[in-house]
Nanobody, 119 residues
Framework: QVQLMESGGGLVQPGGSLRLSCAAS????????MGWYRQTPGTPGTQREL??????????TYGDSVKGRFTISRDNAKNTVLLQMTSLKPEDTAVYYC??????????WGQGTQVTVSS
């Protein structure tokens, strides 16, 4: 059974930093993309927004709102991905979900971790 275990969310003041981590387990994944999406609960119709993603080959994609502030990295041997978030803003408040898109284009999701940016 595939599992994505997330950690690192919490409460931080505006301008602060947080680091999220995610570890995938359950099988061999081959070439894949791992990353983070976020969703603001309570708003009808809100879809998960791409935050950042990185392939096993090192190709990265960032959402426009986080470019220059967030950095994604991964360890292919351990199937882990890290998201370093800096200069956090109140609008970054959301539930952050770890995602893995495998070779067969199947999506796996973590349970989500809350990030709250507030003074």
């Amino acid at each position: 059974q595939v599992q994505l275990m997330e950690s690192g969310g919490g409460l931080v003041q505006p301008g602060g930093s947080l680091r999220l981590s995610c570890a995938a387990s359950g099988r061999r994944f081959g070439d894949n993309a791992m990353g983070w999406y976020r969703q603001t609960p309570g708003t009808p119709g809100t879809q998960r927004e791409l935050v950042a993603s990185m392939t096993t080959g090192g190709f990265t994609t960032y959402g426009d709102s986080v470019k220059g502030r967030f950095t994604i990295s991964r360890d292919n041997a351990k199937n882990t991905v890290l998201l370093q978030m800096t200069s956090l803003k109140p609008e970054d408040t959301a539930v952050y979900y770890c995602n893995l898109l495998d070779t067969y284009l199947v999506n796996y999701w973590g349970q989500g971790t809350q990030v709250t940016v507030s003074s």
